[in-house]
């Protein structure tokens, strides 16, 4: 089946008084993915969201958004995308359910549909019980999940995030890693941007690295890992202190081996993941003693290594 591009960018460039924000910027997003927009301080990030999220006017470019035009369609743009900026607004003296119902109005929601829109968005963020309570009175864990409540007020189908782990814990983290993965699979697409990459590792099925202005590399983890389709990438720990590439040298099925660390493999081998039994069963054959075997994936770090960015987190 083909996959549908839900956001196309082309050339886009932003300038400001003294600034190239962004320049020549391409990329493209499919429906349901959990695309990682990662980078360091002023790499652009915010800068691309804002012109995505209709709110911030570029120098020149072409995007297109569920096949709208973002200059001429505008308007069918923001009802479809929900934005998360990086410092949301958010007005202490409202109680929880005012500012859902504030944001619910202004989106033209049903009266009669509001507070029950209101009460599945509470209870899916884990805030009913804080529903009466002052924002101001909210931990910052809760003001993001009540802010991230907001951005899909209007059941938006795509959501632009701008940072919204920062100021989370790590279980806040795990938490809306979770939330993203289940609104991937609920077939809405996400753009999630972050200067920390491990934020986005767990979660993302596609990444943009981007800096100083320019998306560097793109693409859905599988396909820019560098592991080819017929291949497997295997870390293989063995109990023995020995050369495994002198003893699997005439093992036909291995691509490349090399050590990583004390007893620790990097091994890779043709064919699918039906290829590691055999792989196992040659190993212990020779008499070594596997201690830990597991596939890999590359990871989004080697990723970014791989786009020649030079800042890592
Ligand atoms: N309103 C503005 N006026 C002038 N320059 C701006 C404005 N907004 C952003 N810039 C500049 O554009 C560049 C990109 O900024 P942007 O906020 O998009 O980066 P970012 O990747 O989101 O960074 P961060 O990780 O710090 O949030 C920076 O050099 C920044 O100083
Ligand atoms: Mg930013």
């Not at 963020?125 to 009466?132: A, G, I, M, P, S």
């Not at 993001?144 to 920062?166: F, G, M, N, V, Y």
């Not at 990459?197 to 693409?219: H, N, P, Q, R, W």
């Amino acid at each position: 089946m083909k996959e549908e591009i839900v956001i196309e960018v082309e050339n886009l460039r932003v300038d400001f008084e003294n600034v190239v924000a962004c320049k020549n910027v391409n990329f493209k997003v499919y429906k349901g993915e959990i695309f990682g927009l990662v980078g360091p301080n002023g790499a652009g990030k915010t800068t691309t969201l804002k012109v995505l999220s209709t709110l911030l006017k570029y120098t020149w470019g072409k995007i297109k958004i569920f096949g709208y035009d973002i200059e001429k369609d505008f308007k069918e743009i923001r009802k479809i995308v929900g934005f998360m900026p990086d410092f949301p607004p958010v007005y202490n003296e409202l109680k929880v359910w005012e500012f859902l119902y504030l944001y619910a109005s202004s989106y033209r929601i049903e009266k009669e549909k509001r507070m029950s829109r209101i009460e599945a968005l509470l209870n899916t963020f884990n805030l009913f019980e804080k529903r009466n309570s002052f924002i101001g009175e909210l931990s910052r864990g809760m003001k993001q999940r009540l802010i991230l409540a907001k951005t899909l007020i209007h059941d938006p189908e795509i959501l632009l995030l701008d940072e919204p782990a920062s100021g989370l814990d790590p279980t806040g983290r795990k938490e809306l890693g979770e939330m993203l993965k289940k609104i991937g699979k609920s077939g809405k697409t996400v753009i999630i941007s972050s200067h920390i990459l491990t934020e986005l590792a767990d979660f993302c099925t596609s990444v943009g690295i981007m800096e100083k202005g320019e998306i560097l590399l793109y693409g859905k983890i599988d396909e820019i890992s560098g592991i080819p389709k017929d291949k497997t990438l295997i870390r293989l720990r063995i109990k023995e202190n020995i050369d495994l590439k002198e003893i699997l040298g005439d093992y036909q099925k291995i691509e490349k081996i090399e050590k990583i660390e004390g007893n620790c493999w990097k091994i890779l081998i043709k064919g699918d993941e039906n290829s590691i039994p055999e792989l196992i069963k040659f190993v212990t054959d020779k008499g070594i003693s596997i201690v830990e075997i597991k596939k890999e994936k590359e990871d989004i770090q080697t990723i970014y290594f791989k786009s020649g960015a030079k800042y890592v987190t």
